[in-house]
């Protein structure tokens, strides 16, 4: 089974540009996550989605940055204009269903190390 | 105070101690303890997940949680340097919509050395 798949790797980019990250999550899992990752600190969830419909984007900065997941499958997340505190790797998770169940596990992608500079 | 407290280390061990790593947590409602590892320039892969207080043994990993005293661990027994990683507590309460969307420490950098 092929993991969750994210591009790019790595990303240098300098303050006030705009970066967009992909992730393919594993094949037929309803819920894509993005998370942050800032070094040092744990993963922090910014949105959630199910299908092609946000969950949870509570902890998202809708200001700068922004998701979307058309047709359910394939996410893009985009930051503009990017900050130097946005320096951070970037992580996409998949689960089958919504974490609903107890037994239920995210998978993680390998993420997108994004230096701001 | 910060939900989730974990010591970031990094703990070294010799190859075969027993390894001991923790958190403390200050939110009574959490009620699902996870325990992931991360190797370096990878993504989180859950290691083992509890429910209720008490242990939970898989191999050489056992997961303790004590709720009264808000403190979880993880103990590896037989450390291996494949081991040798982040391993980061995470734990949730249901949301509505029953979705448990994990609240993560910052992770324990473990190196086990031959």
């Known amino acids: 089974e092929a993991g969750v798949a994210q591009s790019p790797r790595y990303k240098i980019i300098e303050k006030r540009q705009s970066v967009a990250f992909w992730c393919n999550p594993i094949s037929g899992h309803a819920t894509l996550y993005w998370y942050q990752q800032i070094l040092g600190q744990g993963p922090k969830l910014l949105i959630q989605f199910q299908n092609n419909g946000v969950v949870d984007d509570s902890q998202l900065p809708k200001d700068r940055f922004s998701a979307e997941r058309l047709k359910g499958v394939d996410s893009t997340l985009k930051i503009q204009p990017a900050k130097l505190e946005d320096s951070a790797v970037y992580l996409c998770?998949?689960?089958?269903?919504?974490?609903?169940?107890?037994?239920?596990?995210?998978?993680f992608g390998p993420g997108t190390r994004l230096l701001v500079l | 105070q910060k939900e989730v407290e974990q010591d970031p280390g990094p703990l070294s061990v010799p190859e075969g101690a027993i390894v001991s790593l923790n958190c403390t947590y200050s939110?009574?409602?959490?009620?699902?303890f996870m325990w992931y590892r991360q190797y370096s320039r990878k993504g989180p892969e859950l290691l083992m997940y509890?429910?209720?207080?008490g242990n939970k043994e898989d191999g050489r990993f056992t997961a303790q949680v004590d709720k009264s005293s808000k403190y979880i661990s993880l103990f590896i027994r037989d450390s291996q340097p494949s081991d040798s990683a982040t391993y980061l507590c995470a734990m949730s309460e249901t949301r509505t919509g029953g979705s448990y969307i994990p609240t993560f420490g910052r992770g324990t950098s473990l190196i086990v050395h031959p």
């Open positions: 509890t429910y209720s207080s």
């Open positions: 939110n009574s409602a959490f009620q699902y």
């Open positions: 998770a998949s689960s089958l269903e919504g974490l609903a169940a107890l037994q239920e596990t995210q998978y």
